[in-house]
């Protein structure tokens, strides 16, 4: 052995270990290798920005031995102050997905090769050069939404190939929102809003909790103006004609008829005008607001809309006598036919209730605005056909998949006369169509800068090596775009000297700082001057224009997925695998219809149906629910992929190809629906892969709820019994024990009984936690038909019940081991695998058990789970599993364990520090990630904890606590808002 194979060894701390690899591998990780700032064991933290989305989140990337294994949301970003929701928790597998491109790939002769990456880089300059030199405008490029930094870079490689700037390309631009933005105020933007101030939210099919702008801030902010506060609520409406997950989570959901969202808000602006608001507007645009919707009486706004009176009437009264409401337009990427007239009346709806407009902010802007309309990306496309492009280059941008059929795109992409060149990662259905396929650094391996809004910088750094030897697209733009005298000579020297010209980042310090931060939060930007009063010449010709009723028998509407957005997150399985929170059903694309249009047609839950419009053609598995409105067909955008890797293709359908190209011709904006659709049964059936065992409850307590009257006059919330109606809350506790009720004597916990409580009223049922979760303890992917055979491993599930009284009304509730103080598993295991320890944690020995499964026989809430087999993970996708987690083989059984990973290390600091754990100190993954505060952990045994506090809150109460386990997780009753 020679004197660094020994050093590499004794660096290992463990000989028996290194002598069992002979010869030690190649990727061996020792102290004498480590970088100076990294401690072996100890995770370094990494501030950068999350690019799931264009919303910008702040995120830490924890780094352990040179790989990152957890992603979480930075506490100290503005936009979504330490939180992150599921796709963003599901980052990293993007960067350890085994479909990722290792090299460069060139199409010849219609087959790929593959060939490095400085080969790649040098055709790519040769060609740009080439079309330079034909004249103006050879060169294009379709870009999805970056930095400012990076795209400054983009219009001068451009500029100095003779060819027009970039054109931004998100599949949900927003049209109809910024055009009603710049015709009613003067900016022609995505204004951000301060919805935690408002005291009543009405949302016209605005998704803010899926995937509008930016769901994570919003879903925060949303339950700081929702939440219980001194015995009262406020009042979310949403008036859409099916429910995402946001209309899923209102006081009070108004189901109207598909496109007459217009009418309904007209006729609200109505009822002000006719109570005296808008007095302050000038006298001829009084007049023309009166003379605009002197037609929206009560009686065509309930005609034509669908919606009950009572509710209607409710509406009204809230909404004229709030304080300070705020009126939300249309859904993400959504221009119903009548959409940008919805969205003009929003702004009115918003400016004549609140004058001042308090909580809408045109200074502090979405970067998303900066999306080209849809009109202008179909124009580009025509363009191409014309031959008078020699080369285009698409950045991380995926139209053959995103556009409909029949806007062109893949015949555009097929002309031989244009050299495409993809710079995506992943051999999707647009790199499958360029000639060239040369794939950069992702983001979590470069230096870059992406501001989601106005007034911050969000910065992103490495924050691990590269894994492949792909170059930064920026270094790839200077070394292609210019010829001997490049801005910079990389392009880590351009982003700090941009940030330095226009940032205010110009010096060292404050480089690192912005670093260490993840930005710049403090920006300082003058209040905008640019909003100007609204003029009847701009809102003439379309508010003015008559809304027709739809007359088909069924419409179709797409609808943005939470887990998968635009189709950008279908190749990474967690998102496959954790099902969708509204039907439970993972992997497959049902299609959602109403229980009385499934009955007009003869079809039930799981017939597989013929859907046919005007431009396509499908056929799916259907779900009944009644989330969706009769005379409605929905399905989710995001699957049905044709390529994209082994997780994305051939899994479920994409509802894209039943929409038209066409575009608003007022607005230049797509649409996701289609006025008509025939659907016709087949004679075939799909089981869907549900993880749902029953939608309702069947009477029993596992999700509560009540009324918010009666928690205001309820004097005593004591319950003394021994029934499902009256048994009490008993905390796994001495003091919970009762020799008149209990057969067992209480443990003796030692210092700490780690316990949880979960509010079901701040609980909004978007899975992150379930993500995080997956994501921090190594949890196996069993794909789509193993969860048929129900063998699922998730170890929280978010369960969604249907109220019994109400089957439009649903109560979400996380669902994880209860950590039972009487556990019914530890009593039953012949070899003690499930134990108690001293600090109340029911443990999970995985080296006892032997498979027995009498445990899950005996877990009242099912939530173990059973490995029936060893999970795969591809490599390098073990890169990503946690090192202080065991992964579990086949025969094993798991849960959850309340992460008592992060447990133990916290008793390591409290040790070395010689003192105890601080309540708030350990958090597990789930509560870390939580947009909104719904779950709270710590020590029951401390009584000034928070925790502990809340156990005494009256809506506390114990999942099916009759059957008398002891929970440690406390649930608190979702309260019900009901006017």
């Avoid at 556009?403 to 555009?412: E, G, H, M, T, Y």
């Avoid at 710079?423 to 790199?431: G, I, K, L, P």
């Avoid at 029934?723 to 003091?735: C, G, I, R």
């Avoid at 049922?765 to 193993?786: D, H, K, L, P, S």
Wanted: proline fraction near 6%; charge should be positive; aromatic fraction near 8%.
């Amino acid at each position: 052995m020679n004197r660094r194979t020994f050093l590499k060894i004794a660096g290992m701390g463990s000989m028996s270990f290194a002598f069992g690899c002979n010869p030690p591998p190649k990727n061996l990780f020792s102290q004498v290798q480590a970088p100076d700032d990294m401690v072996v064991g100890q995770a370094a933290w990494y501030a950068s920005t999350c690019r799931e989305c264009p919303a910008g989140c702040g995120i830490l990337a924890k780094n352990r031995e040179a790989r990152i294994i957890k992603i979480e949301g930075n506490p100290l970003h503005p936009i979504n102050q330490g939180k992150l929701c599921i796709r963003g928790q599901a980052a990293l597998q993007g960067m350890y997905n085994p479909d990722r491109l290792k090299t460069a790939m060139l199409k010849k002769n219609g087959k790929w090769q593959s060939i490095s990456f400085s080969k790649a880089e040098s055709i790519l300059k040769v060609r740009a050069a080439e079309a330079a030199q034909k004249g103006a405008n050879r060169v294009r490029m379709l870009t999805e939404i970056v930095g400012n930094s990076l795209m400054n870079l983009f219009a001068a490689t451009l500029q100095n190939l003779n060819s027009r700037p970039p054109l931004v390309f998100e599949p949900f631009a927003y049209e109809s929102i910024k055009t009603a933005n710049e015709k009613v105020f003067g900016v022609d933007g995505l204004a951000s809003y301060h919805m935690d101030q408002a005291d009543i939210l009405v949302s016209f099919g605005a998704d803010f909790l899926d995937t509008w702008l930016s769901p994570v801030e919003y879903a925060w902010k949303f339950k700081a103006m929702h939440a219980l506060r001194d015995g009262n609520k406020n009042l979310f409406f949403q008036i859409s004609p099916c429910q995402t997950l946001t209309g899923a989570n209102a006081d009070h959901w108004l189901a109207c008829k598909p496109g007459s969202e217009s009418v309904i808000a007209l006729g609200l602006v109505r009822q002000a005008l006719d109570i005296g608001k808008g007095k302050f507007l000038p006298k001829s645009f009084q007049e023309f607001l009166n003379k605009a919707t002197a037609p929206y009486s009560q009686d065509m706004v309930l005609e034509q809309s669908g919606i009950p009176l009572v509710l209607y009437e409710k509406l009204i009264i809230q909404l004229m006598g709030a304080r300070i409401p705020l009126v939300l337009g249309t859904g993400t990427g959504a221009s119903d036919p009548n959409g940008l007239q919805t969205n003009l009346a929003v702004n009115l709806l918003n400016l004549l209730l609140d004058p001042k407009l308090r909580l809408i902010d045109f200074t502090n802007r979405h970067r998303v605005e900066q999306a080209a309309k849809r009109s202008d990306i179909l124009q580009f496309i025509n363009f191409l056909h014309n031959d008078s492009v020699d080369l285009l280059m698409l950045n991380n941008v995926n139209p053959v998949f995103t556009l409909p059929p029949d806007s062109r795109v893949k015949q555009a992409l097929e002309t031989n006369d244009i050299f495409v060149v993809s710079f995506s990662n992943f051999m999707d259905e647009t790199a499958e169509m360029a000639d060239l396929v040369l794939p950069v650094q992702m983001p979590l391996e470069t230096w870059d800068e992406y501001s989601g809004k106005q007034l911050l910088v969000s910065t992103l750094q490495p924050a691990m090596g590269k894994m492949t030897k792909a170059s930064n697209l920026g270094d790839v733009m200077l070394y292609a775009g210019f010829e001997g005298n490049p801005p910079a000579k990389n392009y880590k020297d351009y982003l700090i000297a941009d940030l330095a010209e226009k940032r205010g980042i110009d010096s060292e310090i404050q480089w690192v700082e912005a670093l260490q931060q993840g930005g710049n939060f403090g920006l300082t930007v003058k209040p905008a001057k640019n909003r100007k009063s609204p003029r009847s010449k701009n809102l003439a010709g379309i508010l003015t224009k008559k809304i027709e009723p739809l007359k088909s028998d069924l419409a179709f509407a797409a609808m943005p997925s939470i887990r998968f957005f635009d189709g950008r997150g279908a190749n990474k399985p967690w998102l496959n695998e954790i099902p969708d929170p509204l039907s439970r059903i993972a992997w497959q694309t049902p299609i959602f219809l109403n229980p009385k249009t499934a009955g007009a047609n003869g079809i039930k839950q799981e017939d597989i149906i013929e859907l046919q419009t005007e431009f396509g053609r499908l056929e799916a598995a259907v779900y009944l629910s009644e989330l969706v409105i009769a005379g409605l067909a929905v399905m989710s955008i995001g699957q049905g992929h044709t390529a994209y890797g082994r997780y994305a293709r051939d899994a479920g359908l994409n509802p894209i190809t039943l929409l038209s190209a066409g575009i608003n011709p007022d607005s230049g904006g797509a649409s996701l629906n289609v006025a008509e659709i025939t659907i016709k049964k087949t004679d075939r059936t799909q089981k869907l892969a549900s993880t749902s065992g029953s939608r309702t409850q069947h009477g029993r307590t596992f999700a509560l709820s009540v009324k918010l009257a009666d928690l205001q006059k309820s004097t005593s919330h004591h319950r003394e019994g021994l029934t499902m109606e009256n048994f009490p809350l008993t905390l796994p506790l001495p003091e919970g024990y009762d020799p008149k009720r209990d057969f067992y004597p209480p443990h003796d916990h030692e210092n700490y009984r780690w316990g949880m409580v979960v509010d079901l009223d701040k609980c909004i049922g978007c899975g992150a936690c379930a993500a995080a979760c997956y994501a921090e303890n190594n949890i196996g992917i069993v794909e789509v038909q193993r969860v048929l055979e129900g063998r699922e491993m998730g170890w929280m599930s978010i369960e969604r019940y249907h109220s019994e009284d109400d089957m439009q009304k649903l109560t979400f509730l996380p669902m994880m081991c209860q950590h039972c103080d009487n556990a019914p598993c530890e009593s039953v295991c012949p070899v003690y695998a499930p134990h108690h320890s001293k600090e109340g944690l029911n443990n999970q020995i995985y080296n006892r058990c032997i498979g027995t499964r009498f445990c899950v026989q005996n877990c009242p809430y099912k939530v173990r789970r059973f490995n029936w087999y060893d999970w795969k993970w591809p490599e390098p996708m073990n890169l990503q599993l946690n090192p202080d987690v065991t992964v579990r083989s086949k025969g094993v059984m798991e849960k959850c364990s309340f992460c008592i990973q992060r447990i133990k290390a916290a008793h390591n600091d409290a040790k070395n520090e010689k003192r105890m754990i601080k309540d708030g100190e350990v958090t597990p993954a789930c509560v870390q990630t939580c947009p909104t505060n719904a779950l709270v952990f710590g020590s029951l045994m401390d009584r000034q904890s928070r925790v502990r506090k809340l156990t005494d809150d009256p809506r506390a109460y114990q999942a099916i606590g009759y059957v008398n386990t002891k929970p440690a997780v406390i649930y608190l009753k979702k309260v019900t808002h009901e006017i």
